[in-house]
């Protein structure tokens, strides 16, 4: 079974629209983190927003948040008032457990394309 | 503040030439992670160290892919002999532990020919 899920290959949305990238994960342990970064077409990978599996609040940063529905399993980024300089393909990651494991489950990826 | 500094940018080899990717990570951080993208396989964890010591290299694909951190500001990854399959963008991440992001360096593309 996939660790972390994107349904959503592709994404078009319009200039200064909110946008909610999808994520999805699996995981048994109680003990996790869930990280959203953009890779945009020059290829580096920027980490935008973490939210820890015993966060009571849903992360925010910036223009960024992250819908949270622990029960659900599910960790959607919310870009509101999206730019130009959005466009890029975002990924979301899981960090299962605790002390010295820190390795990181990527999804596969959604494309985003914003359009003036 | 410097991120992590990846060297070569872009590397074109034949392939059976050795291929050594370099990383400096971020100082202060004590973890640090190679992966490998491809169109593919999407972003994979090849190999990663804890304070210098490898933690987990299920990622390594064969034997022809080695990782060294001889110290906590220097890391590389080795490919020999290379083959064009391994072309690919190479990344280097370092984190300062588990709860906080791993910050990425900009890449190695390799392409081997």
């Known amino acids: 079974a996939q660790k972390i899920t994107q349904t959503q290959p592709g994404m078009f949305v319009q200039e200064k629209e909110a946008v909610t990238l999808d994520c999805t994960y699996d995981t048994s342990d109680p003990s996790y983190g869930l990280f959203w970064y953009k890779q945009p077409s020059s290829g580096e990978m920027i980490f935008l927003i973490y939210?820890?599996?015993?966060?009571?609040q849903n992360a925010t940063e910036g223009r960024y948040s992250l819908n949270f529905q622990k029960a659900r399993k599910s960790a959607n980024l919310v870009i509101s008032a999206s730019q130009l300089g959005d466009s890029a393909m975002y990924f979301c990651a899981m960090r299962e457990g605790q002390g010295a494991t820190n390795k990181l489950i990527f999804g596969t990826g959604t494309l985003l394309a914003v359009q003036p | 503040d410097a991120g992590v500094i990846q060297s070569p940018r872009h590397e074109v080899t034949e392939m059976g030439q050795e291929v050594t990717l370099r990383c400096k990570p971020i100082s202060g951080h004590n973890s640090l992670f190679w992966y490998r993208q491809t169109m593919m396989r999407g972003l994979e964890l090849l190999i990663y160290?804890?304070?210098?010591?490898?933690?987990?290299d299920s990622g390594m694909p064969e034997d022809r892919f080695s990782a060294k951190m001889p110290n906590a500001s220097f890391s590389t990854l080795k490919i020999q002999p290379s083959e064009p399959r391994d072309s690919a963008v190479y990344f280097c991440a370092s984190s300062h532990d588990s709860n906080q992001p791993q910050h990425f360096g900009d890449g190695t593309r390799l392409s081997i020919l």
């Open positions: 160290f804890n304070n210098n010591v490898p933690i987990d």
């Open positions: 939210q820890g599996s015993y966060d009571q």
